[in-house]
């Protein structure tokens, strides 16, 4: 029961911490709010993971916390999709391949980075 206690706190935190950057008054056809949540995503939980394989400290419940609540709720894979779809239907090609090129790669690289910083 506590393992579903932290995954619902910890996504609550996400999801808001996700919806207070969707607040961000920016003014453009290309998804950047949802590029940024997913890139900072990314770096979380690479650092989440980079600390937990060097740490015996970290516990089950600090991990279902971090990785699976706060990141599952914060990281916008859905949105993403469903913002390229948007884009490729509008006939926007060249910012729909460019918004999902951008956040594959920029994503695995906030891995790596995240990893480095634990």
């Known amino acids: 029961m506590l393992s579903f206690l932290m995954v619902g706190l910890?996504?609550?935190?996400?999801?808001?911490?996700r919806y207070t950057?969707?607040?961000?008054?920016?003014?453009?056809?290309f998804p950047i709010l949802t590029l940024i949540t997913n890139i900072l995503g990314a770096i979380l939980i690479g650092f989440i993971i980079g600390t937990v394989s060097k740490s015996e400290?970290?516990?089950t419940y600090k991990v279902l916390f971090w990785k699976?609540?706060?990141c599952?709720?914060?990281t916008t894979f859905s949105t993403f999709s469903l913002e390229a779809m948007t884009l490729i239907e509008n006939r926007e090609y060249f910012q729909g391949g460019a918004y999902?090129?951008?956040s594959v790669i920029?994503?695995?690289?906030?891995?790596?980075?995240?990893?480095?910083?634990?």
Request: charged share 10%; net charge positive; glycine share 20%.
């Open 100 to 102: 999902m090129f951008l």
């Open 68 to 70: 699976v609540g706060v």
């Open 57 to 59: 400290d970290f516990s």
């Open 72 to 74: 599952g709720g914060f």
């Open 21 to 29: 950057i969707s607040l961000i008054p920016i003014k453009t056809t």
């Open 106 to 118: 920029c994503c695995l690289i906030g891995v790596i980075i995240g990893r480095k910083l634990a």
């Open 10 to 17: 910890g996504g609550a935190i996400g999801a808001i911490c």
